[in-house]
Structures are given as structure tokens and as C-alpha cells.
């Protein structure tokens, strides 16, 4: 896992510009990402995304899709102005239905991110069965938290619920 920023930007063109060293499968995640965020914001904030830009920090020419939740969390995130917890960690794949999907090299993931920085990692549901057959002893002392929709996360990571944020806008 690493750090994903993001940046809406006013404008009259609707685009997301990603930097970084980011593979073909990557880019295109982040493009679902962004149109996920943006049905978000028009159905809970009654506002659509202009131009965003998502910079994949430190990135090594990375290639697979599972840094698309943490892309489309991070774009709701910067658009509500909440920063998110930064000893939190996020990976899983989306859907353009707003599904988690589940990620490959979940044990690689879920140790990387605790020996860097997370006390609390948000991961597919999908990747449950898979995480509860590694032994504890492999497994960080690090709360983990199982998402299946897009909604779910955003109420885990910002701790707001698509109802609450409405009520607020």
C-alpha cells in the first residue's frame, strides 16, 4: 500500500489528470474511481466532480487496481474537506456498481501497511476468508475492517454516513 493524494479543482472541464508511475490497469482504476466519487458527491452531496488530479506518491510503476478504493475515498475525502486518518490504511478494488472487489497479495498488503504506519486497515470483504486462514501470529496487531460497497468505506475511513453527509451539505 502507499499514499494516494487528491485534489479537486474547479473547472469547467470534467477530467482526472493521475501522476505518479502508474500502469495502464492502474490508470484506468482511477478513472473508475473517479466516476464512482462522482456519483457519490451528485447522490449524497447534490455536487458533481470537476477536475481532479491523484498523485500515486512514491509510486514504482505500479500496475493492478487495488488502490481504487483508497483513490475514490480520497477524492470524497478532499471534497468534503475532512482529512482522513492517516494511521489508516485502505486497499480493494471497485466496481462501477460501487462494489469492493476483493485483491490479490492480501497478507503482503495488510503486513506492509502495519510495518509502515496503520493501526487500522480497511480491506475487501471478499478478503475475508482468505485473511482468516493465515495464522494469527502472521497477522499484524492491527484492526482490520471489512468493507462490500463504496458507501461502507467512505463510513468507515471518514466516519460520516451518506445520510449524514446530506443532511449537512
Known sequence: MQPVEARNIRSSFREIKVTGMVGKVMSESADIAYELADSYASQHLGRTLEAVTVNYTYS????????????????????????????????????????????????????????????????????????????????PDAELVYVSTFDEAVEALLHISGLEVRKGA
Open 60 to 139: 514504482s510503476h505500479k500496475g493492478g487496481d487495488s488502490a481504487s478504493l483508497a483513490t475514490a475515498l480520497v477524492i470524497i475525502s478532499d471534497l468534503l474537506s475532512i482529512c482522513a486518518d492517516k494511521s489508516t490504511a485502505v486497499t480493494g478494488a471497485l466496481s462501477l456498481k460501487g462494489m469492493v472487489l476483493p485483491v490479490g497479495c492480501i497478507l503482503a498488503k495488510i503486513s506492509g501497511a502495519a510495518n509502515q504506519w496503520a493501526v487500522r486497515i480497511i480491506l475487501p470483504e471478499g478478503n475475508r476468508k482468505e485473511v482468516e486462514c493465515i495464522p494469527s501470529q502472521l497477522l
